[in-house]
């Protein structure tokens, strides 16, 4: 196997026993960033002398032996709406394009902490808007399945880049699917964690209240490493959650037997590709074979979880994105202005792409006097019922069952032009934002070529039996050691 | 402008309001995106409105999502940011000053 194909778990076995070193993977992986991003453009920005030289000091660390973590001298890439100290950090945004941080998220902190390398900055719909990263300001990433479709978004640089072996892992942000949906078009590991478990700071904002930072990874096992490193309270983000870190790892080969597996009814009524279907329904025998007890639930509230969402997210990013004003930071115009009111609409205008405006105007439109009783207090009581549902469900039953999108990824330009139907695709993975729950989206078969993915859905704090659960499925089944051949 | 009165059962939203939430949001918009946008959120909110056949009378909203309130730490004193640094960023500046074009109007 080729050294950029590694795993996690494999890459650390090899670098610890010494038969390669991270100077020697990285290489590597950079070689095939060289050989392949051109097709896929996964890369907003890649710094390789920076990775080679941390891959140097991962290697001194290996050799010493001390201080060393199971992601010490793994090359691996952020989202681009991370900040990273000295790196250019652009959001998917022209409105950010020159913009070199100050300081790192913690996130980036904590991986430079464990000694992970890092490659660079991946593509992504602008400001998290969008579901296939084909809102991003500068350039469409291809899925390496089938280089005229979509990756999915709005983290299709990180799913694009872990799929073709152009990073080990990555690091995405889930506002409504962003990690989950990516990861299923791609073949890959997406976890959304519980709101708070992994801190925010230094993520530029969509929806504060929805925002969830998360890995995407091989498979299960990477996946729980990689949370282990980045989860816990930051004193730097008053929501971050205080509750102890699992050791997920450790727990992973916990039998499942006799786990309730909930199947919402509402999800597999609302529509999708037969294909997706076919495959969920095979995915479900599994479970049954390995002890798992299935059982209908109902979440009766599905159906409102879309417009909730996306009538909260415009409110919350129309407020988010109003620091973008051309005067302290950032793009600002190049044209003669009167006045700094000129300076910002300007500056916005031309800062700001389509999809951007569409969704602050909407959150002007919704949060105006007279409008916000009927749509953003609606849409915030509507979320009681949502969370109320998974409330309910998660009596019955220790997890759900859910089809990641109700299609394989679409071609590049199908839906860009129809912000509605763009915003259909999203239909499985926003009431999990809207109740901050967990969901782990897994590989878990193939239609017509195209991947297919599923999600597990645990009550809040539940990664660990989300793990256990895909880690199972994943023992008995090959879909994730499948890669794309891309010519 | 004030935007017309609320009509929940057939929204549509006019170029007029279109040109107006611009305004409010601090972003110029020409007259060719007037007219789609028009259209897209009348489209939008259209769909929006399936939430009105839930009865939420007795439901509270929510308005938080975690699980705690009122976070609290000690106020500890570090190094912040110098100024040299911080200046940085700034798309103009001079000596220590943020520069912005004309904001109070004395003609």
């Known amino acids: ?487 | 402008m004030v935007i017309s009165p609320i009509d929940t059962a057939t929204p549509s939203i006019s170029t007029d309001t279109v040109r107006y939430i611009a305004y409010l949001i601090r972003l110029k918009i020409l007259d060719e995106e007037t007219k789609v946008f028009s259209q897209q959120f009348s489209q939008i909110i259209e769909y929006f409105q399936l939430l009105n056949e839930i009865d939420t009378r007795e439901v509270p909203p929510a308005n938080e999502n975690c699980p705690m309130n009122n976070v609290f730490r000690d106020d500890q004193v570090l190094p912040s940011m110098s100024r040299e640094e911080f200046l940085n960023n700034l798309p103009q500046h001079e000596g220590y000053y943020v520069k912005v074009p004309l904001i109070f109007d004395d003609r």
């Open chain 1, 1 to 487: 196997m080729e050294l950029y194909n590694l795993s996690i778990r494999k890459a650390h076995e090899l670098l610890v026993k010494k038969q390669i070193s991270s100077v020697e993977l990285t290489s590597a992986v950079l070689a095939n960033i060289h050989r392949l991003d051109p097709k896929i453009r996964a890369y907003l920005t890649v710094v390789e002398q920076r990775a080679l030289e941390q891959a140097r000091k991962a290697d001194i660390r290996l050799h010493s032996r001390e201080n060393i973590t199971p992601l010490t001298g793994i090359p691996y890439a952020v989202k681009d709406c991370f900040s990273t100290r000295g790196i250019r950090t652009t959001c998917g945004s022209k409105i950010l394009q020159d913009y070199i941080p100050q300081y790192s998220a913690s996130v980036v902190e904590k991986l430079n902490n464990a000694g992970a390398v890092l490659l660079g900055k991946h593509n992504m719909d602008e400001f998290g808007m969008g579901s296939s990263c084909e809102n991003s300001a500068f350039f469409n990433t291809h899925n390496p399945w089938n280089l005229e479709r979509v990756p999915g978004g709005s983290s299709g640089g990180s799913a694009a880049s872990v799929s073709a072996g152009l990073s080990l892992f990555a690091i995405g942000e889930d506002t409504g699917g962003s990690i989950r949906m990516p990861a299923g078009f791609c073949n890959i590991v997406g976890l959304k964690p519980t709101y708070g478990r992994v801190s925010r700071y230094g993520h530029i904002a969509l929806v504060s209240s929805f925002d969830s930072v998360g890995p995407l990874t091989q498979d299960v096992y990477d996946c729980a490493t990689v949370l282990q490193t980045i989860a816990g309270k930051d004193p730097k983000d008053g929501t971050s959650l205080p509750d102890p870190v699992p050791i997920y790892t450790t727990s992973l080969e916990k039998s499942i037997n006799g786990l309730r597996l909930g199947i919402p009814r509402e999800y597999f009524q609302a529509g999708m590709e037969a294909g997706v279907e076919t495959v969920l329904q095979d995915a479900i025998r599994v479970f049954e074979k390995l002890g798992m007890q299935v059982q209908e639930v109902s979440l009766p509230h599905t159906r409102a979880a879309l417009p909730v969402y996306y009538l909260i997210l415009f409110a919350e990013a129309s407020a988010n994105l109003a620091r973008f004003d051309g005067t302290r930071f950032g793009y600002s115009t190049n044209q003669k202005v009167e006045s700094v009111i000129d300076l910002i609409l300007q500056t916005r205008q031309e800062g700001f792409g389509e999809e951007v405006k569409r969704r602050i105007m909407l959150g002007a439109y919704t949060l105006s006097a007279g409008y916000y009783d009927a749509y953003y207090l609606k849409a915030q009581k509507v979320r009681s019922l949502i969370r109320e549902d998974f409330r309910s469900a998660f009596e019955k039953c220790d997890v759900l069952l859910a089809p990641t999108c109700p299609t394989t990824a679409f071609k590049i330009g199908e839906k860009k032009q129809d912000p509605l139907t763009m915003y259909l695709s999203d239909i499985f993975v926003v009431a999990t934002n809207l109740a901050g729950v967990p969901a782990l989206s897994l590989p878990c078969g193939f239609s017509e070529g195209l991947p297919v993915g599923m999600q597990l859905i645990g009550n809040h704090l539940s990664e660990e039996i989300l793990f256990q659960i895909g880690y199972a499925y994943q023992a008995e089944t090959e879909w994730h050691n499948m890669h794309p051949l891309i010519t």
